[in-house]
């Protein structure tokens, strides 16, 4: 009960304040009419954009050199990770923090406290735990049955001792840290398989938010340039994704579904956008709030998703390990990656 009287505490200053407002933006520039001109175009550009991203990586069957073994295979995926990375700490984070630390809060909420970086912190956590959870029941589950059909007692009694030795069909072997080298083929699938339904979750949450911010725009100067940023930014993430689709080897039915949700989630924010701009004012305590949480929960996802289930994975494989020409291209293609979204963020 005292817990919940402390929750309610914690949300009394939103209920008092929700519906409080700044005064809404300066309306110089704004023209109804060439910005929904504007608006069916940026539909159109980034739903090509964001296709042809996801689609890239997922050409492995009718493109040798695009197979997930390949070593072009492996520079998209560095190219994409470092993109990534840099969404969730050059564009979404930023947002994030500018909309929880809006004047229009004031101080009334969490003062000094850094919300934003504690959402996102908490996001990347619930993530792990997310993980950790699916991989640990699977394992307990593979191994059970394993362990009936072999009467194989020694590999139960490992997990149970906390030791790393990775059971296979054919050999023993040692996981070192996050590769996925030593694994069993049927965990690997399951670690892919995860990666890309958490990346994606963690994507189309900023990707409404930065779709409905354009559709309440009704600036074409403001419009404008948000039509060529979004486009690459959402092909770049695109490929990411694909990339992850790719390894996680879903059925024709799921990848097409999975590709066509991701490249129609900011269209569909956009045209939220247009069908609220009426009545949305981006300075409400309400809009700030959600915003701010949303963005930064997903910069938290999109932080962790790169740095441990990408970069980490990728960069501890035995391939790359052993080989000082494919570290370097990794690099290359991580910096790459970084560069090209962060000088998107001069104008998105």
Same mark, same amino acid.
């Given at each position: 009960?005292?817990?919940?009287?402390?929750?309610?505490?914690?949300?009394?200053?939103?209920?008092?304040?929700?519906?409080?407002?700044?005064?809404?933006?300066?309306?110089?520039?704004?023209?109804?009419?060439?910005? $929904?001109?504007? %608006?069916?175009? +940026?539909?159109?550009? @980034? &739903?090509?954009? /964001?296709? *042809?991203? !996801?689609?890239?990586?997922?050409?492995?069957?009718?493109?040798?050199?695009?197979?997930?073994?390949?070593?072009?295979? $492996?520079?998209? %995926?560095?190219? +994409?990770?470092?993109? @990534? &990375?840099?969404? /969730?700490? *050059?564009? !979404?984070?930023?947002?994030?923090?500018?909309?929880?630390?809006?004047?229009?809060?004031?101080?009334?909420?969490?003062?000094?406290?850094?919300?934003?970086?504690?959402?996102?912190?908490?996001?990347?956590?619930?993530?792990?735990?997310?993980?950790?959870?699916?991989?640990?029941?699977?394992?307990?589950?593979?191994?059970?049955?394993?362990?009936?059909?072999?009467?194989?007692?020694?590999?139960?009694?490992?997990?149970?001792?906390?030791?790393?030795?990775?059971?296979?069909?054919?050999?023993?072997?040692?996981?070192?840290?996050?590769?996925?080298?030593?694994?069993?083929?049927?965990?690997?699938?399951?670690?892919?398989?995860?990666?890309?339904?958490?990346?994606?979750?963690?994507?189309?949450?900023?990707?409404?938010?930065?779709?409905?911010?354009?559709?309440?725009?009704?600036?074409?100067?403001?419009?404008?340039?948000?039509?060529?940023?979004?486009?690459?930014?959402?092909?770049?993430?695109?490929?990411?994704?694909?990339?992850?689709?790719?390894?996680?080897?879903?059925?024709?039915?799921?990848?097409?579904?999975?590709?066509?949700?991701?490249?129609?989630?900011?269209?569909?924010?956009?045209?939220?956008?247009?069908?609220?701009?009426?009545?949305?004012?981006?300075?409400?305590?309400?809009?700030?709030?959600?915003?701010?949480?949303?963005?930064?929960?997903?910069?938290?996802?999109?932080?962790?998703?790169?740095?441990?289930?990408?970069?980490?994975?990728?960069?501890?494989?035995?391939?790359?390990?052993?080989?000082?020409?494919?570290?370097?291209?990794?690099?290359?293609?991580?910096?790459?990656?970084?560069?090209?979204?962060?000088?998107?963020?001069?104008?998105?």
């Amino acid at each position: 009960m005292n817990l919940m009287w402390a929750f309610f505490l914690l949300l009394l200053p939103i209920s008092v304040y929700a519906e409080c407002t700044c005064e809404e933006s300066s309306q110089d520039g704004n023209n109804k009419s060439q910005a $929904l001109k504007l %608006k069916l175009i +940026a539909i159109a550009s @980034i &739903l090509v954009a /964001g296709s *042809v991203g !996801v689609c890239v990586p997922l050409l492995g069957k009718k493109f040798e050199s695009l197979k997930p073994e390949s070593n072009v295979f $492996l520079a998209v %995926k560095f190219f +994409a990770a470092g993109v @990534i &990375l840099s969404t /969730g700490f *050059v564009h !979404v984070f930023p947002d994030a923090n500018e909309s929880l630390e809006n004047p229009c809060l004031g101080d009334m909420f969490w003062g000094d406290f850094p919300i934003g970086n504690f959402v996102a912190m908490l996001a990347a956590v619930v993530v792990m735990v997310f993980e950790t959870g699916v991989t640990s029941y699977f394992n307990r589950s593979h191994y059970s049955k394993n362990e009936v059909k072999n009467g194989d007692h020694d590999v139960e009694k490992q997990l149970h001792e906390g030791h790393v030795h990775v059971h296979t069909h054919t050999s023993h072997g040692h996981a070192h840290g996050p590769s996925l080298d030593g694994l069993d083929s049927s965990e690997v699938l399951l670690r892919h398989r995860i990666i890309s339904m958490v990346l994606e979750m963690g994507i189309i949450i900023h990707s409404v938010i930065i779709g409905i911010s354009l559709g309440v725009s009704l600036n074409p100067n403001t419009i404008k340039p948000l039509i060529v940023a979004l486009s690459f930014h959402q092909m770049f993430e695109g490929m990411g994704l694909g990339s992850c689709i790719s390894e996680a080897k879903y059925n024709i039915r799921t990848m097409a579904t999975m590709s066509i949700g991701f490249s129609v989630i900011t269209p569909i924010g956009i045209v939220i956008g247009f069908l609220i701009s009426n009545t949305y004012n981006e300075n409400s305590h309400t809009a700030l709030i959600l915003e701010g949480v949303f963005n930064a929960a997903s910069a938290g996802i999109l932080i962790y998703m790169a740095l441990v289930d990408l970069l980490a994975v990728d960069f501890m494989k035995a391939k790359v390990q052993t080989n000082w020409k494919l570290q370097i291209m990794a690099f290359a293609f991580l910096i790459f990656g970084l560069g090209c979204m962060s000088l998107l963020a001069i104008w998105a």
